[in-house]
């Protein structure tokens, strides 16, 4: 390859050829044909840290669909029916406008998070990467062995060996997928329900069953097939991260300072006296990517910050008498400009932020009340007039939000005059997450009434008499002239 045909980022001679790097798919032969990646299974400090977070992980998604607070599921999100519970606390469709806040303060965390911190999420805490990485490759680990004996294995013709271990692999996959799809669904509609079906049968429930084999199928096919591909084709947050990583982003980088230029190592060298690099081409970072990439081309696409990499370099250094960190999470600007990686004002201003919109979200969901009342007017329905009041009926529906049963009171907070005629207005019990309705009968002294549609205040309060919702609406009275 010559001079012009050769790229040099930074001006510091790191070689990148842009035919087989930026302009081709890691995963991808020239012709199309799909290039199935075989990662050697990592080691290391960073990978014990990850597998310490995921399994964890995995207990929590496992154990939550069975978690309930006060008789409420820990978390339900039941479109069908309606039925939604975040941290056993019931949420109606009066309250999505929480939801949609807390949706976009979820949309800014990401953004403020990724232009800081990079893929972190993707490496460590996605769920794709998660079940596969711990749970999918660690079974085909187990069955098939590590990298070499799984290319050996996928060339050889299909002998019994072979079909025994593929047959094996595949069924497991199988159950777990069936498990994954049963568990999310528990997330919808809650694990009693989940039991029950599964005790009925498909006959008895053949939409049921059928949505399930659709999603068991779903799961099987992107981890027993589609795997990478999921990040580099289908996630969006891959394509966000692209537009929002900068110089001052930490990402997995490779110091391409120290590391050029690469060649290979000889016992007893001194490679700096010889212009050599820190690098000794041994592509034990290529070997264990997951995504099939060269961490050493610079920042890509398809790298999701596993730090699989960083594992495999920093046990090559060690074994060769190098510093570990020739790949590592840094700054563009870290490595560009040698200089050491501070916590610079943007981050932690970023990170301040971040946490004051966890906190604002926190404060919605604390502050929301514990019930909902509403007063209206029925259709068609007018004032009467007796022994010198004036009387409106109104229907009231009460939703209590609250984990316990309520008895609650009416009464008027505006004007001070008006009372309650007719109608259970002092003990009224609401249970607990449901809706209450009836009807009462609210009159004014015929003096107070000075037009024709008034504007009055209705509070709910509970048995201790604190104010737990108010309602504005209106009171109609006879036509008056103003003068």
Not at 3 to 23: C, H, I, L, N, S
Not at 62 to 89: C, E, K, S, W, Y
Not at 451 to 460: C, F, Y
Request: with cysteine; glycine share 8%.
């Amino acid at each position: 390859m010559s001079e012009t045909e050769k790229q040099y980022r930074g001006g510091q001679g790191q070689v990148v050829d842009a035919e087989t790097f930026r302009d081709s798919v890691s995963t991808m032969e020239q012709s199309g044909k799909r290039k199935w990646v075989f990662p050697r299974k990592p080691s290391g400090k960073f990978t014990n840290y990850r597998m310490l977070v995921g399994y964890f992980l995995l207990i929590v998604f496992f154990a939550v669909p069975f978690i309930t607070i006060n008789g409420n599921p820990f978390f339900l999100f039941n479109v069908l029916d309606r039925q939604f519970f975040i941290l056993g606390q019931p949420f109606y469709v009066q309250d999505f406008f929480i939801l949609a806040l807390g949706t976009i303060t979820g949309m800014i965390f990401v953004i403020l998070f990724t232009v800081v911190f990079g893929r972190i999420f993707c490496g460590w805490v996605c769920p794709q990467t998660i079940f596969m990485e711990m749970v999918f490759r660690k079974i085909e680990y187990l069955i098939e062995g590590d990298r070499n004996k799984q290319i050996r294995l996928d060339k050889q013709e299909w002998n019994s060996e072979k079909i025994m271990k593929r047959a094996l692999k595949w069924s497991i996959y199988i159950v777990i997928s069936l498990v994954i799809s049963h568990l999310m669904f528990m997330y919808i509609v809650g694990y009693r329900e989940v039991f029950r079906i599964m005790q009925e049968g498909p006959i008895e429930n053949p939409t049921n069953f059928l949505v399930m084999v659709v999603f068991t199928t779903a799961f099987y096919l992107v981890f027993a097939w589609f795997r990478e591909q999921v990040c580099t084709m289908v996630c969006p947050y891959g394509r966000l991260q692209g537009v929002l990583i900068d110089k001052q982003t930490i990402n997995v980088y490779y110091d391409f300072k120290r590391g050029e230029n690469r060649a290979s190592y000889r016992k007893g060298e001194d490679r700096k006296a010889e212009g050599k690099g820190d690098c000794i081409d041994c592509h034990q970072c290529v070997v264990v990517c997951p995504t099939g990439i060269d961490i050493r081309d610079g920042q890509q696409l398809e790298c999701i910050n596993c730090t699989a990499c960083i594992d495999a370099c920093d046990d090559v250094m060690v074994k060769v008498g190098l510093p570990p960190g020739l790949i590592r999470y840094a700054t563009e600007q870290e490595i560009e400009d040698e200089i050491p990686f501070k916590f610079s004002s943007r981050m932690k201003a970023y990170s301040v932020l971040l946490l004051l919109l966890v906190g604002f979200l926190g404060f919605l969901l604390y502050s929301r009340g514990d019930m909902e009342a509403k007063f209206i007017k029925p259709s068609g329905s007018s004032y009467f007039i007796r022994d010198g009041e004036i009387s409106n009926i109104y229907n009231y529906t009460f939703l209590n939000k609250a984990n316990k049963d309520q008895l609650v009171s009416i009464k008027i907070i505006e004007p001070v005059n008006g009372v309650i005629t007719s109608g259970n207005s002092t003990k009224i019990l609401l249970k607990k997450d449901q809706m209450t309705k009836g009807s009462v009968n609210i009159a004014f002294p015929l003096k107070d009434i000075t037009a024709s549609k008034q504007n009055i205040t209705i509070g709910v309060y509970d048995r201790d008499g604190k104010l737990l919702d108010s309602f504005k609406t209106y009171f109609e009275g006879p036509f008056k002239l103003q003068f």
